[in-house]
């Protein structure tokens, strides 16, 4: 039996981490073009955000009471004069219903695509003992909807008072930093009976998510879309339906959560503590999947390499370094493979179109390097195996850490178990 020098096996050893370590620094400029490309998008995202129209918040229905009253001041001299200032006051209803249904619609631009929605807005409700809460005297009155991007608005198909239908004009004619943006329009004293109803619908453009401000003593909302996904935030609702098709949610705020009428006429730095808010999202992009695919690079690559390494001391072929370094180089290649096939098919089209350029060549090769299509039929199981597991991991949202952890061990396990006999393997090669 011939003996191998200890030190050989040590070289190759050697290289293969080095070489595995190396190759960071292709794997480290692929990330940098996914990273560019991941910005790229998001800032596509936002541009095609400004243009459509934004996160969008509704501020409620409210009354805009706009006159003078008499207040006595002291002039220069020390007298007490009277003079007429100007006062606002706004009253919210008594009790509000909100419907939304959230249309999804993906809008394109050169490569890349992002969601927005159209959302269909109804807002029914009543404004309840106006004898007791309208002052007096007062100059104007408005019925006012708070809109933060009111151009974003596509069309107002209902706006009602009391059944009688009212013209919207921009601008809520409110003083208040928190009200002043949306729409109003100017009624009359007349229309206003002690339970006023009222009712608009409207059409709104936006993306990324929904933001309202529950403004009334009374507050019912469901909101629906048939494909977002859903992160709910602030007031959160009382029931809620997820799955595949979209979510549904249900709230219900009563009278004693906020004295939102007090905080409107006193102080605003309430109202912004008790929005409704969602955001919608696509889930992870393909982007994101990459960038988390990449992540395994250096695993994948040492893995490998090793099983190069026992096909060559199985095969009893000696493998020269640079034979080491195309395999591990092409692995590197996947993930800009799969980058830049998923820019413009499906993740998964991708996904299967960067593996078979990966695997089948692989495998082709190491079937060259031994001459043996056994060893060539195992690295096409090992890395079709191997890029299998790793899109499992990519699926998973909630647990795709975790998976990949438990991955990594098991990895770990099975190297302990092979290399525990590794003096075997020497002796069979020196043999």
Avoid: C
Wanted: hydrophobic share 45%; net charge neutral; aromatic share 12%.
């Amino acid at each position: 039996m011939i003996k191998i020098p200890s030190n050989s096996i040590t070289k190759k050893v050697g290289f293969i981490f080095l070489l595995a370590i190396l190759l960071q620094i292709p794997l480290f400029f692929i990330n940098g073009i996914i990273n560019e490309r991941n910005d790229t998008y998001e800032n596509m995202v936002d541009t095609l955000g400004n243009e459509w129209g934004q996160k969008q918040t509704i501020h409620g229905i409210f009354l805009v009471i706009n006159g003078t009253k008499e207040q006595k001041i002291k002039d220069e001299e020390g007298n007490t004069i009277t003079q007429k200032v100007p006062y606002e006051k706004i009253i919210i209803p008594s009790q509000i219903d909100v419907k939304i249904d959230i249309l999804d619609e993906v809008r394109q631009k050169g490569i890349y695509k992002a969601s927005v929605y159209n959302a269909n807005i109804n807002i029914g409700g009543n404004f309840a003992d106006l004898d007791e809460k309208l002052p007096q005297d007062f100059d104007e009155i408005y019925l006012s909807l708070g809109l933060l991007d009111a151009k974003s608005l596509v069309n107002i198909s209902t706006f009602k008072l009391n059944s009688i239908d009212l013209k919207p004009n921009a601008g809520t004619n409110s003083k208040n930093s928190h009200l002043r943006y949306g729409i109003s329009s100017l009624i009359n004293k007349n229309m206003l009976k002690n339970n006023t109803p009222f009712e608009i619908s409207f059409t709104l453009r936006g993306s990324k998510g929904i933001e309202i401000l529950p403004l009334a003593q009374k507050n019912t909302l469901d909101i629906n879309s048939k494909e977002s996904k859903p992160s709910f935030y602030g007031t959160l609702p009382v029931s809620k339906n997820l799955d595949n098709n979209g979510f549904n949610a249900k709230y219900e705020i009563m009278p004693f959560t906020m004295n939102y009428q007090k905080a409107i006429n006193n102080s605003n730095h309430y109202l912004n503590d008790n929005l409704i808010g969602i955001n919608l999202y696509e889930g992870i992009t393909h982007y994101r999947q990459v960038i988390r695919a990449a992540k395994y690079g250096i695993l994948f690559i040492m893995l490998s390499l090793f099983v190069v390494y026992v096909f060559e001391i199985l095969g009893k072929k000696p493998t020269h370094y640079i034979q080491y370094g195309v395999v591990g180089f092409s692995l590197t290649l996947f993930y800009l493979v799969l980058l830049s096939m998923s820019e413009y098919f499906s993740f998964e089209l991708a996904y299967i179109i960067a593996t078979l350029m990966v695997v089948i060549p692989n495998a082709l090769y190491i079937k060259a390097l031994t001459n043996s299509k056994k060893f060539g039929f195992g690295m096409l199981l090992f890395l079709g195996g191997v890029y299998a597991v790793l899109f499992s991991v990519l699926q998973m949202e909630q647990f795709a850490l975790i998976t990949g952890t438990i991955l990594i061990m098991i990895v770990l396990y099975v190297l302990m178990y092979i290399t525990k006999n590794i003096d075997n393997f020497l002796d069979k090669k020196a043999e």
